[in-house]
């Protein structure tokens, strides 16, 4: 399991969190029967190396030298098969993915995101869902996801801000 505290300390451990998330997702891609292919594994690899945010885009030219088709149709299709299985999660005002900490139960994402150093950390805040949920309901209106990002500054941007 990943800590909800790790993204935003200098001192963390990358290589953790690699082995972390893909020793979680061969364990639940083969609990549910799905196939956690060679570029799949990759992709998931590359989004934990950081907790910074990765488009698409940024992921390419690591596939071609790794011997990948680096079109951007193979990339998008194991960035949907890793949403489908939770394993990432899209942060919209981005248009990057970021890993799952959490990925062996549905949740909504809920995203702190440094504005100056791009590093998100997602935070579990169930109870804002509810409440998102309930007031939408009482306006008849029917969620179909829910995803919150909250911008800001770091401690580590914020340490450097005061110098």
């Known amino acids: 399991m990943h800590s909800d505290q790790i993204a935003f300390h200098s001192d963390h451990n990358h290589q953790h969190c690699i082995d972390t998330a893909l020793q979680e997702a061969r364990t639940l891609c083969r609990a549910r029967k799905q196939r956690l292919t060679p570029i799949r594994e990759l992709v998931l690899k590359l989004i934990w190396q950081s907790h ?32 489908e299985q939770g394993l990432v999660h899209r942060i919209a005002s981005l248009n990057a993915f970021i890993g799952c900490p959490h990925p062996e139960h549905q949740h909504q994402g809920s995203f702190l995101i440094c504005s100056l150093c791009n590093t998100a950390q ?41 110098r």
Request: proline share 8%.
């Open 52 to 83: 910074k945010p990765l488009g698409a885009y940024e992921i390419l030219p690591t596939l071609a030298e790794a011997g990948f088709n680096s079109a951007p149709p193979t990339v998008y299709r194991a960035l949907d098969f890793l949403q």
């Open 122 to 162: 997602e935070i579990e805040i169930d109870e804002a869902a509810a409440q998102i949920n309930a007031k939408a309901e009482a306006l008849g209106f029917k969620p179909q996801q829910q995803m919150l990002e909250v911008l800001g500054i770091c401690p580590n941007c914020q340490k450097g801000e005061e």
